[in-house]
């Protein structure tokens, strides 16, 4: 096994759950190296939604919860006000984050509460078996849309934005050293970070929607469906039809973090109590 | 000296190693792993530019490219 799995996993809860070719093993590899390189492991408090997404933090050697479906960012709230020197880092699916867990992902990020979020994004939900999620594209069969999605997808990381996020960013399992330094970036970036990554799933979507279970045919499909940054630029609306922008999308390193707000704004009251 | 590990206790044989080495070094082998995958194998280990983009794109941890001083 790879060192970095030696140093942090547990072994004993080996081997992982998910499908062969799944990419959620490259988003764990990805974590991994954002947190050795950022020392971090002593600190970490990792939190799991419900869905194949949540699994990634039980596999991991820390402090972590697994918990109720869309509840992830309440609980990480929790665990970030009790102790504000944890570093919390979430792990959510699309459907966890943005179909039940909506509302908690807006607020958590109007708060700017210092979390990173990674959303894993396949697009449907998974672990179920292949029912259309708040980010299936339009038209896509699914077994709840057998006649093609009459929906429109969300656009997570526009919705991250305007909700008051201070970090965003979308990559996908097609890039993981870029992932992996992101990660790192948002990790120390002081407030709501949130990483929309785009996965194959060789079992649901993979079969259901894009018509193939063969991984590597899958990660080249979401490869030529994004464009990085330095790509897109000069380009024309015609050549970025369709295509997904990856990198950094947006960074505010001046709003006000929650926990600190938060605990500044009960030290004025406390001290107005006592005059 | 390139010495490339591969773990065929965790292998699932997704085959996204051999897809994306730029080096074309990787091939399905014969040998079936407890789990029933055929495991890849490292067909010119002196031909691989250790850009470990194996390591980076396996999701099972199963690749180690290891440097090893001749």
């Given at each position: 096994?790879?060192?970095?799995?030696?140093?942090?996993?547990?072994?004993?809860a080996l081997?992982?759950?998910?499908?062969?070719?799944c990419?959620?093993?490259?988003?764990?590899?990805?974590?991994?190296?954002?947190?050795?390189?950022s020392?971090?492991?002593?600190?970490?408090?990792?939190?799991?939604?419900?869905?194949?997404?949540?699994?990634?933090?039980?596999?991991?050697?820390?402090?972590?919860?697994h918990?109720?479906?869309?509840?992830a960012?309440?609980?990480?709230?929790?665990?970030?006000?009790?102790?504000?020197?944890?570093?919390?880092?979430?792990?959510?699916?699309?459907?966890?984050?943005?179909?039940?867990?909506?509302?908690?992902?807006?607020?958590a990020?109007?708060?700017?509460?210092?979390?990173?979020?990674?959303?894993?994004?396949?697009?449907?939900?998974?672990?179920?078996?292949?029912?259309?999620?708040?980010?299936?594209?339009?038209?896509?069969?699914?077994?709840?849309?057998?006649?093609?999605?009459?929906?429109?997808?969300?656009?997570?990381?526009?919705?991250?934005?305007?909700?008051?996020?201070?970090?965003?960013?979308?990559?996908?399992t097609?890039?993981p050293?870029?992932?992996?330094?992101?990660?790192?970036?948002?990790i120390?970036?002081?407030?709501?970070?949130?990483?929309?990554?785009?996965?194959?799933?060789?079992?649901?979507?993979?079969?259901?929607?894009y018509?193939?279970?063969?991984?590597?045919?899958?990660?080249?499909?979401?490869?030529?469906?994004?464009?990085?940054?330095?790509?897109?630029?000069?380009?024309?609306?015609?050549?970025?039809?369709?295509?997904?922008?990856?990198?950094?999308?947006f960074?505010?390193?001046?709003?006000?973090?929650?926990?600190?707000?938060?605990?500044?704004?009960?030290?004025?009251?406390?001290?107005?109590?006592?005059? | 000296m390139?010495?490339?590990?591969?773990?065929?206790?965790?292998?699932?044989?997704?085959y996204?190693?051999?897809?994306?080495?730029?080096?074309?070094?990787?091939?399905?082998?014969?040998?079936?792993?407890?789990?029933?995958?055929?495991?890849?194998?490292?067909?010119?280990?002196?031909?691989?530019s250790?850009?470990?983009?194996?390591?980076?794109?396996?999701?099972?941890?199963?690749?180690?490219?290891?440097?090893?001083?001749?």
């Amino acid at each position: 096994m790879h060192p970095i799995g030696e140093k942090y996993l547990r072994k004993e809860a080996l081997p992982f759950l998910w499908c062969p070719g799944c990419g959620i093993g490259t988003i764990l590899g990805a974590t991994l190296r954002a947190i050795d390189e950022s020392a971090i492991i002593d600190q970490v408090a990792l939190v799991g939604g419900i869905g194949c997404s949540g699994w990634i933090p039980t596999y991991i050697n820390a402090d972590v919860m697994h918990v109720l479906h869309g509840r992830a960012l309440p609980c990480a709230t929790g665990l970030k006000m009790s102790d504000p020197k944890r570093k919390v880092i979430v792990f959510t699916g699309d459907g966890d984050c943005l179909g039940i867990g909506g509302n908690h992902f807006i607020h958590a990020a109007r708060r700017n509460l210092d979390v990173t979020v990674i959303m894993v994004n396949n697009q449907i939900y998974g672990m179920t078996g292949g029912q259309m999620a708040p980010t299936t594209p339009s038209d896509a069969k699914t077994t709840t849309s057998p006649s093609g999605n009459p929906e429109f997808p969300f656009n997570a990381c526009e919705l991250a934005k305007a909700s008051g996020a201070t970090y965003v960013a979308r990559w996908t399992t097609a890039h993981p050293q870029q992932l992996s330094k992101a990660i790192t970036k948002a990790i120390s970036h002081e407030g709501f970070a949130f990483l929309d990554v785009l996965t194959q799933c060789p079992t649901q979507a993979g079969r259901i929607i894009y018509g193939t279970a063969d991984p590597a045919t899958l990660l080249d499909t979401l490869k030529s469906n994004t464009i990085t940054i330095r790509a897109a630029k000069g380009k024309s609306p015609e050549e970025l039809e369709g295509k997904l922008l990856v990198g950094t999308l947006f960074q505010d390193n001046q709003k006000p973090e929650f926990s600190k707000s938060y605990f500044k704004t009960a030290e004025i009251s406390r001290s107005s109590a006592r005059d | 000296m390139v010495n490339i590990v591969i773990d065929e206790a965790y292998c699932k044989g997704c085959y996204l190693c051999i897809h994306y080495c730029p080096k074309k070094i990787l091939e399905k082998s014969i040998t079936i792993n407890s789990r029933g995958y055929n495991i890849p194998y490292v067909v010119t280990p002196e031909r691989c530019s250790k850009c470990k983009i194996c390591e980076l794109i396996c999701p099972e941890f199963a690749m180690t490219v290891e440097e090893n001083r001749a």
